[in-house]
């Protein structure tokens, strides 16, 4: 099958988000800095699931269309509703991976502070990768 260009494009911003997340990573394991005193941990966790959940609602409501035939990406309104629900869920998975930066820099770099929330973030982007097959109507499927 493939990629029109409007499904090349959000590719393109999905591999961009993952290449962020192992950058965030990489900058977690080289810094140096002071430990805080004060944990966000737990407050960070909380956040990261409800993004974690959310980000699946968005894509069952955005991008749901695509899969009962209602939304076509020949059309320009199927193709507003392709980038902007892709954008919302991407942004959703990455924002756990920035919560792990943070919790990483407040603790000197811990693995085990960072990588729960990167690792789940780029997990999260893997589950929401959008292969074409996704957006085939059930009644079309190949």
């Not at 993952?18 to 900058?27: D, R, S, W």
């Not at 004060?38 to 974690?52: K, P, Y």
Request: net charge positive; glycine share 10%; with cysteine.
């Amino acid at each position: 099958m493939k990629l029109q260009p409007v499904q090349f494009t959000v590719f393109v911003i999905w591999a961009a988000l993952i290449i962020g997340l192992v950058t965030m990573a990489f900058v977690i394991t080289v810094q140096d800095g002071t430990r805080s005193e004060e944990s966000l941990s737990s407050i960070f966790a909380l956040v990261a699931g409800v993004n974690c959940a959310l980000s699946f609602v968005v894509r069952h409501f955005m991008l749901g269309g695509f899969r009962k035939g209602t939304l076509s990406l020949d059309t320009p309104q199927g193709q507003g509703a392709y980038i902007t629900g892709h954008i919302i869920v991407f942004a959703l998975s990455e924002s756990i991976g920035v919560l792990g930066f943070v919790n990483g820099l407040n603790s000197r770099g811990e693995t085990d502070a960072w990588l729960p929330f990167i690792g789940g973030s780029i997990l999260l982007l893997l589950v929401h990768i959008p292969l074409p097959s996704r957006f085939v109507p059930q009644n079309r499927r190949i």
